[in-house]
């Protein structure tokens, strides 16, 4: 279930996708929030270094083994603005962390990928609970994805024009 202050969480994920798009990386954005609902770090994607491990889910998972305990991290949250791929899900369940809300799905991404003739990228798109077992996952929300896709497109046709 979306609750009210998900989807407030939620739309700054969107908004922090939309700084990494204007950054010139990929439009994807991450919080961390504990069990009382306070965003504990933020963080938005880094792959224009040519480093394609930069993903902020990643970086929120390394963060959360860094400075939670195991009880915080299996209590805390993380809300993202495209759903986890198979690292940064990996990542997640390895420290242990709990709920994953995210506004799109990896299926609609690579949807939206094969609309704009991108090539498939190294990694299958694989759900987060072919990944994570157990997982606790609420996603993906049919009226924001359609914002996400725009910030997808806009960074294709960027690349076109480049
Ligand atoms: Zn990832």
Not at 4 to 27: F, N, V, Y
Not at 39 to 67: C, I, K, M
Request: hydrophobic content about 40%; charged content about 20%; proline content about 6%.
């Amino acid at each position: 279930m979306i609750s009210e202050l998900d989807l407030e969480h939620l739309k700054r994920c969107i908004d922090l996708a939309r700084t990494a798009l204007e950054h010139g990386d990929e439009p994807f954005g991450s919080l961390l929030v504990d069990q009382q609902g306070n965003v504990l770090a933020e963080d938005y994607n880094h792959v224009s270094g040519g480093d394609h491990t930069q993903h902020p889910e990643f970086a929120l998972a390394r963060w959360a083994a860094n400075h939670l305990t195991p009880e915080e991290r299996a209590k805390a949250t993380v809300y993202t603005s495209g759903e986890h791929c198979p690292m940064c899900a990996a990542a997640h369940a390895w420290v242990g962390l709990g709920r994953i809300v995210y506004a799109s799905s990896s299926a609609q991404l690579a949807q939206w990928m094969e609309e704009l003739n991108v090539p498939p990228t190294p990694v299958y798109n694989l759900s987060i609970q072919e990944i994570i077992r157990n997982a606790t996952v609420d996603g993906p929300v049919p009226e924001l994805a359609d914002q996400i896709k725009v910030l997808h497109v806009e960074l294709q046709q960027r690349i076109n024009r480049s």
